[in-house]
């Protein structure tokens, strides 16, 4: 039996509807709360991607400087193609030339040979100009002298001798980077050089080896070369080393700050574009300002410590590896932008999608009716195509993020296989079942004819 129900004061109130005016009102203020919270979603994601932009050339310079210091088959490998590069190797033979001649007093030389040629009973005429042989003497010695030089210089032998004593001494580049320990590449004072003495070594060795029996005695003193002088490299080594330090981190950070910029922003596909094309605008910003830096580089070094051609040398192939990760990230970055722009709702893209749907579908249904059915396996990729989609992307994502030092051939082949497995999936899905047009194969039966 039903309970009573109340009278008088202690029956509830029947809600009375809303007039017009009322539900104006309410419709108002719900879409300004609305809009106020979009505000602030477009506010939070936007500081966000301006975080995101500033970090990202750091992240950059701070991973490069990291694998330097922390990987030596990597450092081994920047290193490496300068022990081959003719403008490195003139250099090197330049030096080592003149140390081992200036080592050679050819005027006490030219001297003796004077004495010899009067305790022989020379004439006079000979005793006189014995003294002018000097110059020829010096420059038969500077020649030969040389070809012994540049043999080692340029021979496999020197390029295996360079790469071991850099792999040995990887803390070439802590000491650059921090000042501490000793390496082949130093910063003394306001500049950083080379050290050469194992090629002196290698090279003494051989001369002597060759009956020149003065290059025994070349000092082990200043066996240098100078790489790059300024007055600012404390303050560079200073933010060197806080760029090494967070150079685990900071891409960590700047990745998990942009993928909260797009989670937080209202237009999750517009942000994902928006972070695209900024990043990519700050790897171009990059590029610029290493190019800009070398221009500096190379007018800081004067051409007698070091000729432009080899100072053009080592600089590119010092900091080629940070402009590869640049680039990389660069056609990332496009890549991303193009992919958020052909799932937008604008008329290219929606031209896009139909036609690698209509293609798609058009080699499946012939695919169907010609020599596979892919059925129910086929019905359930149609059905899950976008979660299918996505798994595929996220494992190329995965894919180049666990790829060590990517580089643009590698991003553009590991999008070709995303591309080429989509395109796989989409015939499958389109496969699962013949057209009903009379074109299938005799004996398929009802389980094959397509749903209404």
């Not at 699962?432 to 005799?442: C, I, N, R, T």
């Amino acid at each position: 039996m039903a309970p009573p129900v109340p009278q008088g004061p202690d029956r509830p109130e029947q809600a009375s509807p809303l007039s017009a005016d009322e539900r104006a009102e309410y419709d108002r203020l719900r879409k300004a709360a609305e809009m106020r919270h979009r505000r602030l979603r477009y506010a939070g994601a936007s500081v966000l991607l301006v975080l995101v932009f500033l970090l990202a050339p750091l992240a950059v310079v701070a991973t490069w400087l990291h694998s330097q210091v922390a990987d030596t088959n990597r450092y081994v490998q920047t290193v490496a193609p300068l022990a081959s590069e003719p403008a490195v190797q003139n250099v090197v033979t330049d030096r080592l030339t003149n140390r081992v001649v200036d080592n050679v007093d050819v005027d006490a030389i030219a001297r003796s040979l004077t004495s010899a040629l009067q305790r022989a009973g020379a004439p006079p005429v000979v005793v006189n100009h014995a003294p002018e042989l000097a110059g020829p003497l010096k420059s038969a010695l500077t020649g030969a002298v040389r070809g012994v030089v540049s043999k080692v210089v340029t021979s496999d032998q020197f390029a295996y001798v360079w790469e071991q004593a850099n792999r040995r001494a990887h803390a070439a580049v802590v000491k650059v980077l921090t000042g501490e320990g000793n390496s082949a590449v130093q910063a003394r004072g306001n500049t950083i050089v080379l050290d050469i003495g194992t090629v002196v070594d290698n090279v003494k060795q051989r001369l002597v080896d060759a009956g020149f029996k003065q290059a025994a005695a070349i000092p082990a003193v200043d066996r240098t070369v100078p790489l790059l002088k300024t007055d600012k490299l404390q303050k560079a080594q200073d933010a060197m080393r806080l760029l090494d330090v967070v150079g685990t981190w900071l891409p960590v950070v700047t990745i998990v700050l942009a993928a909260l910029a797009v989670w937080a922003a209202p237009a999750h596909r517009v942000a994902l574009m928006s972070a695209a094309i900024g990043t990519g605008t700050m790897m171009i910003v990059l590029l610029i300002g290493l190019a800009v830096l070398r221009r500096v580089y190379l007018d800081s070094v004067p051409p007698s410590a070091l000729p432009p051609d080899a100072a053009a040398v080592v600089f590119d192939t010092l900091v080629r590896f940070l402009r590869q990760s640049a680039r990389t990230i660069l056609v990332i970055a496009v890549i991303t932008a193009l992919a958020g722009y052909v799932y937008g709702p604008g008329r290219g893209a929606r031209a896009v999608r139909s036609g690698a749907a209509r293609g798609t579908g058009a080699v499946g249904r012939a695919l169907a009716r010609s020599v596979l059915r892919t059925g129910g396996t086929g019905r359930w990729l149609e059905a899950y195509r976008g979660w299918t989609t996505g798994v595929v992307i996220a494992a190329g994502a995965l894919v180049l993020a666990l790829w060590n030092y990517p580089t643009p051939a590698a991003v553009a082949l590991v999008l070709g296989i995303v591309v080429l497995v989509l395109v796989i999936l989409g015939i499958l899905a389109a496969a699962a079942d013949a057209p009903a047009d009379g074109s299938a194969q005799p004996g398929a039966g009802t389980a094959g004819a397509p749903d209404g």
